[in-house]
Nanobody
Framework: QVQLVESGGGLVQSGGSLRLSCAAS???????MGWYRQAPGKQRELVAT???????NYADSVKGRFTISRDNAKNTVCLQMNSLRPEDTAVYYC???????????????WGQGTQVTVSS
């Protein structure tokens, strides 16, 4: 069974920093990992992704402020968020394409979501 477990998030003042972490469990290889977010009344949107080779992709709104990183050996991905703004307030979801060595299937997995609130 593949699973993503998130940690981090919380309440921070504008200009502050937070770090989100996500760990994939199971007998898996993580092909691509990333983060999406969903603010109240808005659609879920891409924040950042990173491939197993380290190639990154960021939403324009977070470039220069957020940094995504991963540890392939541990199947973990982190999102360092600096210079946070009130408009960054959202539920952040970890996502990953995970190849399972158990059933030889690629699973599209999502975490349960973690709240990030930035006060002005």
């Amino acid at each position: 069974q593949v699973q993503l477990v998130e940690s981090g998030g919380g309440l921070v003042q504008s200009g502050g920093s937070l770090r989100l972490s996500c760990a994939a469990s199971g007998s898996i290889f993580s092909i691509i990992m990333g983060w999406y977010r969903q603010a109240p009344g808005k659609q879920r949107e891409l924040v950042a992704t990173i491939t197993s080779g380290g190639r990154t992709n960021y939403a324009d709104s977070v470039k220069g402020r957020f940094t995504i990183s991963r540890d392939n050996a541990k199947n973990t991905v982190c999102l360092q968020m600096n210079s946070l703004r009130p408009e960054d307030t959202a539920v952040y979801y970890c996502t990953a394409q995970l190849f399972s060595y158990i059933d030889d299937v690629v699973h599209d997995s999502w975490g349960q979501g973690t709240q990030v609130t930035v006060s002005s």
